[in-house]
């Protein structure tokens, strides 16, 4: 009953097997094809965009700086204003500036100090809205 390891060709001879077994390899190789045809068709999907045109004007406009103190002082370009005239002074600085064109182009920096009232903030970004400037930014550190 035991096993003959060598020699001759006896009933419990072990023979050597020289098959290679594909099945394991080719079951993954169609699971990867299946991950690969769910993967790849949402890579490549594609999203539409509307971009704006590229504009001639080769550098933006200077923006007109308006700075709000903690006391509520506001300032223009470093002159001294108020709230009922910023509207006018904002046009006449830009005027200055030699930007008198539509104010939907021209760009407006408001700059407050930390212990400003939120009102005071929103009282001047409505009033610079409500006259048509709508490129405005909020300053959040010094411009040097």
């Given amino acids: ?10 009933r419990y001879a072990i023979r050597q097997n020289a098959d290679i077994n594909v099945t394991p390899f080719v079951d993954i190789l169609m699971v990867l094809l299946v991950i690969f045809m769910v993967a790849v068709p949402t890579a ?15 550098t933006p406009l200077k923006p007109v700086a308006i700075a709000i103190q903690n006391s509520g002082a506001l300032f223009l370009s470093g002159q001294a ?7 006018s002074d904002l046009s ?3 005027k200055a500036n030699g930007q008198a064109g ?3 182009d021209q760009r407006v920096m408001i700059s407050a100090q930390a ?3 939120y009102e005071a903030l929103m ?3 409505n009033v610079v809205h409500r006259n048509g400037w709508t490129k405005v930014g909020i300053v959040n550190e010094d411009l040097h």
């Fill in 1 to 10: 009953m035991a096993a003959k390891l060598s020699g001759g060709g006896g």
């Fill in 44 to 58: 490549v999907t594609s999203i539409k965009l509307d971009l704006p045109q590229a504009s001639s004007q080769a």
């Fill in 81 to 87: 204003t108020r709230l009922d005239t910023l509207a």
């Fill in 92 to 94: 006449a600085s830009f």
């Fill in 102 to 104: 539509a104010r939907g």
């Fill in 115 to 117: 212990d400003v009232p």
């Fill in 123 to 125: 009282g001047v970004i």
